[in-house]
């Protein structure tokens, strides 16, 4: 059987999701006045609802979850209440005398209507208990089934203890956090096409790697003679690992440079122009350290050498680039000429743009290039996340650690319910009147028996 579309644009449904064809669908939902009777609107706006609030939960549960009693804050004030006694309230048709102005206060401004409280907002709200809508509330995953998948996988603990139940009710007070790697890869950015080849095939070559070490171990195990053919080849191993260790020790001075660049304040420093091609250049001095590991020698060999030649900066004239070594071997004398530019590129530069650079390294430091990571790096919000972007009243979240806690149940207010939804408030009524009904149907009565005298009465009026 095909698996229904989740995201699909022939019949949209809004879904509990950061996806962006979920975001086009929410852009091109309309409130249409549709020519149906009572129960039929009540069925759409179930359907509609039902696909964004909890399209995990089976019917049966939902219905055992849905209560009437909603929970509700009214704001008193203590001024309307020390200047009228209530008998304003009596007035009118039972929600009070209304007027076509405000009424004025004691000091003779005119006072706000009261905002409506919107009940019917409320109708998920037992939905929002579960600990995997929490997750996607807090920001923690791009969708609710990704947040039923961390939890279901044990990335989710609750009071520090793991949680792999998706359908748990939170509590007023309890803590839940999610692995760090899971919500960087959650909410970051996907990978390219190229980088997730390059990793691919980086991590065939490691594979690879490992089982003809270790094939070569159990060869030499069993035979007592090695074949002079593998001493070479380790050799030449040996000699590869080190040479790339040296360019990265060679890329990493070559970023120490640049950051000191930017950090200089002094009075000839360079103008923004400059500034900017100092972080560019900083940026490639990142990418080609990300890719030492998957880069040939006689390639890292030409980088090098177009690195060293970039970093005349700031009005200092160029020095001559290092030729690239025509063997594998590395040029000693290039750590000496970067030492050398540098000093001399930092004595011209001002303290203004060195801070500048430092701050923009310390950022580099603290969001580094890892091609081993599964999502795009240095990390960056995902595509149309800032839709999504928001964290409701009843959760207190701290990003820094991947932690929230579960403050409270939410509630409705004059104005504002709690409960994130994107439907109207005629929805909402809807779907609350569609569950307040299903809810009764479905409670079973009470059977009523016949007391025993009563069926001896029943057989004794028939004839033999």
């Known amino acids: 059987m095909r698996t229904k579309r989740f995201h699909g644009l022939k019949a949209p449904k809004i879904r509990m999701s950061m996806n962006k064809y979920n975001l086009y669908n929410l852009s091109q939902q309309r409130q249409t006045v549709v020519r149906a009777t009572y129960f039929q609107q009540k069925w759409f706006a179930k359907r509609a609802t039902r696909a964004y609030h909890g399209e995990q939960i089976r019917e049966k549960k939902w219905q055992r979850m849905f209560t009437s009693?909603?929970?509700?804050?009214?704001?008193?004030?203590?001024?309307?209440?020390?200047?009228?006694?209530?008998?304003?309230?009596?007035?009118?048709?039972?929600?009070?005398?209304?007027?076509?102005?405000?009424?004025?206060?004691?000091?003779?401004l005119r006072m706000r209507r009261n905002k409506l409280i919107p009940y019917m907002g409320m109708t998920y709200a037992p939905a929002e208990r579960r600990l995997d809508t929490a997750v996607f509330?807090?920001?923690?995953?791009?969708?609710?089934?990704?947040?039923?998948?961390?939890?279901?996988?044990?990335?989710?603990?609750?009071?520090?203890?793991?949680?792999?139940?998706p359908g748990y009710l939170l509590n007023p007070g309890d803590m839940?956090?999610?692995?760090?790697?899971?919500?960087?890869?959650?909410?970051?950015?996907?990978?390219?096409s190229?980088?997730?080849?390059a990793t691919r095939s980086h991590r065939k070559r490691l594979a690879a790697a490992k089982t003809s070490a270790s094939t070569e171990t159990t060869s030499e195990e069993t035979s007592?003679?090695?074949?002079?053919?593998?001493?070479?080849?380790?050799?030449?191993?040996?000699?590869?690992?080190?040479q790339r260790k040296v360019y990265k020790d060679n890329l990493q001075s070559l970023l120490a440079s640049a950051r000191q660049v930017l950090a200089d304040k002094g009075a000839h420093g360079p103008n923004a122009k400059k500034k900017q091609e100092i972080r560019n250049f900083a940026a490639t001095v990142r990418r080609a350290i990300g890719s030492v590991n998957r880069t040939t020698t006689e390639d890292l060999d030409a980088?090098?050498?177009?690195?060293?030649?970039?970093?005349?900066?700031a009005n200092v004239p160029k020095s001559k680039p290092a030729p690239a070594p025509a063997s594998g071997a590395v040029d000693p004398s290039l750590n000496a000429q970067v030492v050398a530019t540098t000093e001399a590129t930092v004595e011209k530069v001002p303290e203004a743009v060195r801070q500048t650079l430092a701050e923009a390294l310390r950022e580099i430091r603290e969001n580094p290039i890892d091609p081993s990571k599964p999502y795009a790096t240095p990390w960056r919000p995902r595509p149309y996340m800032s839709a999504f972007a928001f964290v409701p009243r009843y959760l207190e979240v701290n990003h820094n650690i991947?932690?929230?806690?579960?403050?409270?149940?939410?509630?409705?207010?004059?104005?504002?319910?709690?409960?994130p939804s994107p439907f109207s408030p005629e929805s909402s009524t809807l779907a609350y009147?569609?569950?307040?009904?299903?809810t009764t149907q479905d409670t079973p009565t009470p059977k009523s028996y016949a007391s025993p005298a009563s069926r001896d009465n029943k057989y004794a009026n028939r004839s033999p």
């Open 137 to 165: 509330r807090a920001l923690f995953a791009s969708s609710a089934r990704q947040a039923r998948q961390f939890v279901l996988h044990g990335g989710v603990k609750v009071n520090g203890k793991k949680m792999t139940y």
């Open 433 to 438: 009147n569609c569950a307040l009904l299903s």
């Open 402 to 419: 991947c932690a929230a806690v579960y403050l409270r149940h939410p509630v409705a207010r004059p104005g504002i319910a709690e409960v």
């Open 194 to 197: 190229e980088d997730v080849k």
């Open 224 to 242: 007592e003679e090695a074949t002079p053919a593998e001493e070479p080849e380790l050799d030449e191993a040996a000699v590869e690992k080190k």
């Open 69 to 108: 009693r909603i929970k509700s804050v009214v704001p008193m004030n203590y001024r309307y209440l020390a200047f009228y006694d209530g008998s304003e309230q009596a007035a009118g048709r039972g929600s009070g005398l209304q007027t076509s102005e405000n009424p004025l206060d004691d000091k003779g």
């Open 303 to 313: 980088q090098v050498a177009e690195l060293v030649s970039k970093l005349s900066l």
């Open 176 to 192: 839940f956090q999610v692995e760090p790697d899971r919500v960087l890869f959650a909410t970051g950015a996907p990978k390219e």
